[in-house]
C-alpha cells in the first residue's frame, strides 16, 4: 500500500543509536538548523501517546528522560512488538499523522529502533531516505545516565539496527563540536 502522491517528504533523515548516545540532542540541533523546512517525528511520541491512555499512565511523564518511564520501558516495548507484529506499519503511521509531516520537506525521524521502521520509510518514500547511526561510547553514555539494563539493552529495541549499514555514522561522544556535527548532516540536504 502506497501514500498518497505529493511533492513531500523531499528527503526523510532515518536516525538510530542506543540509549543516551544522544539522538535527541541531533535531531533537535538539526532541526534548528533547518528551521520551518523541517519536521521531527518521534516515533516513540505515538507509541507512548497509545500506551500511557491504554495504562492509564501520565503520557508527558513518559516522554521525559525520567524514571517514571524507565519504569515501564520493558512492558512497553512488549507491548508495542504486539502491535506491530500485526501492523509493522502502525507506529511509522501514526507518527507522521500527529506531526503534520506531509505540511514539511525534510523529515526527521528521530529514533528509528527496529528493522521494520526502516523497511517503512524505504518502501513508501525510496531514493528520498537516507539513514544516519548516532554513537556514543558507554563511558559518555554512562555520564548521560545510561545503565545497561537486561531485557531493555539487548533487545531489538536497542540492538536491532547495530549491524545495518548507515549513510552516516556520527560520533556523539563530545570528541567534536556540535555545529561540526550538524555540518555532517547537512551535507545529506539536496542543494
Known amino acids: 500500500m502506497t501514500e498518497p502522491a505529493s511533492s513531500h517528504p523531499q528527503l526523510v533523515i532515518l536516525f538510530s543509536g542506543k540509549r543516551k548516545s544522544g539522538k535527541d540532542f541531533i535531531t533537535d540541533n538539526l532541526k534548528a538548523k533547518l528551521e520551518e523546512s523541517a519536521v521531527i517525528l518521534r516515533l516513540s511520541g505515538p507509541l507512548k501517546e497509545c500506551y500511557a491512555k491504554d495504562h492509564n499512565l501520565d503520557y508527558e511523564k513518559m ?3 525520567s ?4 519504569k515501564y520501558r520493558l512492558d512497553m516495548i512488549t507491548w508495542s512488538t504486539a502491535i506491530r507484529l500485526a501492523d509493522y506499519t502502525y507506529f511509522c503511521k501514526a507518527a507522521i499523522e500527529k506531526y503534520n509531516a506531509t505540511q514539511f520537506p525534510i523529515w526527521i525521524v528521530s529514533d528509528c ?6 523497511k517503512y520509510f524505504k518502501e513508501i518514500y ?3 531516505v537516507k539513514t544516519v547511526r548516532i554513537e556514543a561510547s558507554e563511558e559518555i553514555r554512562a555520564k548521560r545516565g545510561w545503565v545497561f ?14 549491524s ?6 556520527i560520533d556523539n561522544s563530545g570528541n567534536e563540536p556540535t555545529e561540526k556535527l550538524i555540518d555532517l548532516l547537512m551535507q545529506l540536504i539536496p542543494k
Open 149 to 162: 539494563t537486561p531485557s531493555v539493552d539487548d533487545m531489538e529495541t536497542e540492538c536491532g539496527l547495530d
Open 164 to 169: 545495518i549499514e548507515h549513510d552516516l555514522v
Open 67 to 70: 524514571d517514571y518511564k524507565e
Open 126 to 128: 525510496g531514493e528520498k
Open 113 to 118: 529502533r527496529r528493522e521494520t521502521d526502516f
Open 63 to 65: 516522554l521525559s528522560a
